[in-house]
C-alpha cells in the first residue's frame, strides 16, 4: 500500500468521535473500534506500522511520533481537526 492508500483507509476507521480515541485518560481506550491516528495507521498496515506512523507523522506537519500523540490527544482537540490533518496529508501524498 502507498502512504496515500494507508492515510485513506486509517482515516475511514475514525469516522465520528465516537470512534476516535484521545490519549491514556480517554475512557475508551479499551473499545474495540476506537482509534487515534497512529493506532489506525498501524491497523491499516501492521506489517509496515513504525515506517507507516513515520509517514503519517510527516504527511500530517509533524516532526516525531510524540508531537503527534500530544497534538492529538490535546483536550480542545475535535475530530474536524484531525479529520482535516488527515485530508491535508492525503492531499499532500497525491501522485
Known amino acids: ?3 496515500r492508500e494507508i492515510l485513506i ?3 475511514a ?3 465520528d468521535e465516537d470512534h476516535w480515541w484521545r490519549g491514556h485518560n480517554d475512557s475508551r481506550a479499551d ?3 476506537c482509534e487515534c ?6 491497523r491499516v498496515n501492521v506489517a509496515g506500522s513504525m515506517i507507516s506512523s513515520i509517514a503519517l507523522c510527516e504527511a ?3 516532526k ?3 508531537d503527534l500523540y500530544e497534538w492529538n490527544d490535546a483536550p ?5 481537526e484531525v479529520h482535516a490533518a488527515f485530508d491535508r496529508a492525503i492531499a499532500d501524498t497525491a501522485p
Open 1 to 3: 500500500m502507498t502512504v
Open 9 to 11: 483507509a486509517a482515516k
Open 13 to 15: 476507521l475514525i469516522p
Open 31 to 33: 473499545v474495540v473500534g
Open 37 to 42: 491516528p497512529i493506532t489506525a495507521v498501524r
Open 60 to 62: 500530517m506537519g509533524f
Open 64 to 66: 516525531t511520533l510524540n
Open 76 to 80: 480542545e482537540r475535535t475530530i474536524a
